[in-house]
């Protein structure tokens, strides 16, 4: 039963949405009318800024992102408990995240009029600002920023499986001091095992569209926007664009996949080859400076939200005024009836595909453990975080074809978000529920329970906790995604994010706060009702505690 | 030689005054020598083992002299003691091989280049008869040679004494006297002070230290 629903998942939202989708944007390479030219790829290779920019962004972004991820890390060993400000952060969409982030760091950004108001020192805003709203610098900025924290919870959860604390004395006893001991000991391992969230992340700063529609520059578009545009543009010659595009970006996708697979294994012989430098103070200034970035990183969340608030109900508020000079609702007022039905989709196609996305790796979870050898993590159910979105989907929109015409596009973009709700919840369920004891499931049959009854009445109560952050990781997914909604959709199904980005795309920053900070609300209500579920679990035993406790 | 003067450890306890851990007035170990602090689990030997290697201790408080061939190193870091270990589990790296172990324990100190650090840990592994065991991971070795190679690496970062916590504890009976003969006696011939905590008497070497009811460590 298991190993047959195993299969049907596998087949629906594996192999048919990747196999399928390449396949079918293969086939179109081939068409005569809008398959790969010579005048396509001439244009392509032509387009050398973009192709720098692509290149930039998706490899300094995501290395900037790992390695500053790994140097606040050692905070995580110290207090555990800053695990739980990367979940409420980690919600908070990407777009949700740049409309914040630029009404926080723009040249009239809240954070220079709180520079001036201190300091007088900027009464207009500065000239030559090295965070100006729309460029190949912001874009790479908000993604290393959104892919920090998402870096930093998977390495909170490898910590948990490798000794750190061990090593580090161990090292120390060496002769390294704490920081190498860290960063020659402790990172070549955990960078080892960063390898895949690596490549999702990689992948991801590849091909997003969204974050460069919104800030990234209009004259040098990264190569995925490119595509983007070409879609749109109906001539054969525009189709034949887009499609030499899409594997422009395979081919790139490949390259940087191969890349990343040898960065643990560089750095480990650098980790060993590297000659010391002396290092005697137990805190150096790396330390403190963690410290305040560790800070600094909450406030900024905290102000990313207090400014969208500020933003949507604000009436008039010119720079360089710290608080906006009057506050009504009228934004809200006359946006409601926009707002409602871009709601109303987000939340119905996050709340069903992130709850299909838990089932479903739940089922390929319980598969994997009833295959004894395998309970490493299973690269292929995470394939569709390592193929770039926009080829994908394009195959997807090619395969789908007249379906998305005839009223079944809905059921579509809730597939293509359950797509990927499915890796993601695979990614954070797979530590609790391969590493569960085995033994309790063995007491409870032993006591006369089936083997499914154990299952059901010990097994998941006790992993309430990491199901019910699976569930809102992928709710958050699911209300971020850009690119499926949008083509598959055909815009008929308008989410808080494709609005979000339309809107504030056109450069109208005060209603795209009321759609970024919807956005926003919707994740973090879901994960502050998982806080408390699993607060209030502590304080109230379930039945399978009981019986733990019994046993 | 490894100096304790006048140490006291609190564990620290939350809404009352602090309880006393261990007591310890004076303790002399000198070069070459073994001392064996024995007890039950619980009592604090372990604590007393990472006071003296310089760890924090998050949850106690502990005063005391601490000394190592005449100077005072109480006040410095965990790399600076130059205090070697030896606990249980763990010691060598899973992710590193036997000969990457071997380097990345000499890198901090050792004054030969790349190439003699190399030569001298393959010398060293040579009259274990491990040579062959050079580009294996550690997953691979058996507990034996696990614990000789874990002890190989503790010395080849140059220790000028060494903490030893249940270091034979995992092995089997035939093993263990084997191991632990061999421990000490590489631990002498470098003139190495040594404090080892046991809770097995057979593990127990040279002076034996106990803790009373009083909670002070005296001789047994």
């Given amino acids: ?551 | 030689m490894l100096t304790i003067r006048n140490l006291v450890i609190f564990s620290e306890m939350t809404g009352s005054s602090n309880r006393l851990l261990l007591r310890l007035n004076s303790l002399d170990i000198k070069p070459g020598e073994v001392v064996t602090l024995m007890g039950p689990s619980g009592v604090g030997k372990s604590t007393l083992l990472r006071w003296v290697l310089g760890e924090p201790l998050p949850n106690f408080s502990a005063e005391g002299e601490l000394t190592l061939n005449n100077n005072d190193i109480g006040q410095l870091s965990v790399a600076q003691r130059r205090i070697g270990m030896m606990f249980q589990k763990g010691g060598l790296f899973p992710h590193m091989t036997v000969a990457e172990n071997c380097l990345f324990a000499q890198k901090p100190r050792s004054t030969l280049n790349r190439k003699a650090q190399a030569e001298k840990a393959m010398s060293m592994l040579s009259t274990l008869g491990l040579n062959d065991k050079w580009n294996h991971y550690p997953h691979s070795l058996s507990g034996g040679q696990y614990s000789r190679i874990s002890l190989l690496c503790a010395l080849l970062a140059e220790p000028k004494a060494m903490l030893l916590d249940e270091p034979f504890s995992a092995l089997d009976a035939n093993l263990k006297e084997e191991v632990r003969d061999w421990t000490f006696q590489q631990l002498k011939e470098n003139k190495i002070p040594t404090l080892l905590v046991t809770h097995d008497r057979t593990d127990a070497h040279g002076r034996i230290l106990t803790v009373n009811e009083d909670k002070e460590i005296v001789d047994d």
């Avoid at chain 1, 207090?79 to 409420?88: A, F, V």
């Avoid at chain 1, 120390?172 to 960078?191: F, I, K």
């Avoid at chain 1, 359950?418 to 085995?438: N, R, S």
């Fill in chain 1, 1 to 551: 039963m298991v190993r047959a629903l195993s299969v049907a998942i596998k087949f629906a939202f594996i192999v048919l949405p990747v196999g399928g989708g390449l396949m079918l944007l293969l086939l179109s390479s081939f068409s005569a009318e809008s398959g790969i030219t010579n005048n396509a790829v001439y244009t392509i290779l032509s387009e050398r800024e973009a192709l720098v920019s692509t290149l930039l962004v998706a490899v300094v972004a995501p290395l900037i992102a790992c390695y500053s991820a790994l140097w606040l890390a050692p905070g995580l060993l110290k207090r555990p408990k800053l695990q739980q400000l990367l979940s409420p952060v980690l919600s908070v969409p990407h777009v949700a995240f740049a409309v914040g982030l630029m009404l926080l760091l723009s040249p009239s950004g809240w954070l220079i009029r709180l520079v001036e108001s201190i300091t007088g020192l900027l009464p207009f805003p500065p000239q030559g600002w090295p965070l100006p709203e729309k460029s190949v610098i912001t874009v790479m900025v908000v993604l290393v920023l959104k892919e920090l924290p998402f870096l930093l919870l998977m390495i909170a959860a490898q910590l948990k499986q490798v000794p750190a604390s061990s090593w580090l004395t161990q090292a120390q006893s060496y002769g390294y001091s704490q920081r190498q001991a860290w960063w020659r000991g402790v990172t070549p391992e955990l960078l080892k095992r960063l390898t895949l969230p690596m490549a999702a992340v990689i992948i991801y700063s590849l091909s997003v569209v969204d974050i460069p529609l919104l800030v990234g520059s209009n004259t040098e578009a990264l190569l995925a926007q490119r595509v983007y545009e070409w879609t749109f543009q109906f001539s054969p010659e525009s189709q034949s664009k887009a499609v030499t595009g899409a594997w422009a970006l395979m081919v790139i996708a490949v390259l940087l996949l191969f890349l990343n697979s040898l960065h643990a294994d560089l750095y480990r012989k650098w980790a060993l080859t590297k000659a010391l430098r002396k290092q005697w103070s137990n805190t150096t200034f790396s330390d403190k400076a963690a410290k305040i970035t560790w800070i600094t990183f909450g406030f900024l969340s905290l102000a990313i939200i207090a400014v969208l608030i500020l933003q949507s109900v604000a009436s008039s508020w010119f720079y360089p005024t710290l608080m906006p000079e009057a506050l009504s609702l009228n934004r809200w007022q006359s946006e409601w009836h926009y707002l409602t039905e871009p709601s109303f989709n987000s939340i119905w196609l996050a709340l069903t595909s992130a709850l299909l996305g838990v089932i479903f790796a739940v089922v390929l979870l319980q598969h994997q453990r009833e295959q004894k050898q395998k309970r490493s993590l299973n690269a292929w159910v995470l394939i569709a975080l390592f193929v770039p979105q926009v080829p994908l989907v394009l195959g997807w929109q090619m395969m789908l074809g007249e379906h998305l015409t005839q009223g079944w596009n809905v059921m579509w973009v809730a597939w293509s978000h359950t797509v990927y709700t499915v890796p993601y919840a695979y990614l954070v369920l797979h530590g609790a529920y391969t590493q569960f004891d085995e033994q309790w499931l063995v007491k409870a049959q032993s006591l006369g329970y089936s083997a499914r009854q154990a299952w059901w009445k010990v097994m998941l109560p006790m992993l309430r906790t990491p199901l019910a952050t699976a569930f809102a990781v992928a709710f958050s997914v699911s209300i971020a995604q850009y690119l499926p909604t949008q083509w598959l959709g055909h815009g008929l199904t308008p989410t808080l994010t494709t609005e979000a980005v339309s809107v504030a795309s056109g450069g109208d920053w005060r209603i795209g706060s009321l759609y970024a900070l919807l956005q926003t609300v919707l994740p973090l209500v879901v994960f502050i009702s998982v806080g408390l579920l699993s607060t209030g679990l502590k304080g109230k035993k379930t039945k399978a505690e009981r019986y733990a406790d019994y046993s």
